[in-house]
């Protein structure tokens, strides 16, 4: 039996909506336009699908942690790292993120932080289908998307819902809140943790937990962002020349770090000092 349509949620629907606090200026939810609304189109599919070496080396860092937990033996042989780089392909890799790739897994090496942890799914980082939570918030129902990178469970018992980061990511509490939304689905009457751990600085966030009033502010944040988002989606099938004034742009500097900034007509390629 075919599952009914439900408008769609996650954290990176909330991130494209709704900038975080102090991060204003490098907000542009036309941004948000062209990846959810306009990604089927075949130049915006072209970009889509192109990796950036940032995303790409933190596909591949998640997968290099995949494969030490597949090959734990790999952690006590001298050559493990070159196993798992061999693995990974990295020769077919541009240069640049083989570096930073192989220095990640070698850090991973020295410090294993999995290593003995009672693992309930560790992502490979190559998915490309997630099974949705459907939440049903008042009268409105919407399915939740949250891809998580590993889910383990802490020696006193706590669901531990980690997330790793790569480079000069910052650490966001609202993934976290999504991560431990849909996780009070998947594990209900479970103490829920949250953390994020970055591969390439070593750097770990604090622990974070939610209580079932800051979930339900969540899940309804969620729910209105959905719904906000659908009805955008709508205007602009019935309208496609009111692109912009739907999802309004904001040229400047971070037009030069956008995807979409080769075919958005309000792009600036260089801003002034």
Request: net charge neutral; glycine share 4%.
């Amino acid at each position: 039996m075919k599952k009914r349509w439900l408008p769609s949620a996650s954290y990176n629907l909330w991130s494209l909506s709704n900038p975080r606090v102090g991060q204003e200026f490098w907000f542009c939810d036309m941004k948000r336009g062209f990846k959810k609304v306009r990604q089927k189109e075949a130049q915006v599919k072209a970009l889509l699908d192109q990796d950036n070496n940032h995303q790409r080396i933190g596909k591949l860092a998640q997968a290099g942690v995949y494969e030490f937990y597949q090959h734990p033996q790999f952690l006590f042989q001298s050559q493990g790292v070159v196993k798992v780089v061999e693995l990974l392909k990295l020769n077919q890799e541009p240069e640049a993120v083989q570096e930073r790739v192989i220095l990640i897994i070698e850090k991973y090496f020295n410090n294993p932080i999995l290593q003995g942890k009672q693992i309930i799914q560790l992502s490979k980082g190559d998915e490309e289908l997630f099974s949705p939570i459907a939440i049903q918030e008042g009268t409105y129902s919407f399915n939740l998307y949250a891809p998580t990178d590993c889910v383990f469970k802490d020696n006193d018992g706590k669901i531990h819902i980690l997330d790793f980061k790569t480079g000069n990511s910052e650490f966001d509490k609202r993934q976290a809140y999504v991560y431990l939304l849909a996780a009070s689905y998947l594990y209900p009457q479970q103490t829920l943790i949250a953390s994020f751990y970055n591969l390439e600085t070593s750097q770990a966030s604090d622990i974070i937990t939610a209580t079932e009033e800051e979930l339900r502010f969540v899940q309804i944040e969620l729910s209105d962002i959905a719904k906000k988002h659908e009805i955008e989606k709508n205007r602009y099938r019935e309208n496609p020349s009111d692109f912009a004034k739907i999802f309004p742009p904001n040229p400047g500097k971070s037009c030069n770090y956008c995807t979409f900034n080769s075919i958005c007509k309000f792009s600036v390629s260089e801003v002034s000092k």
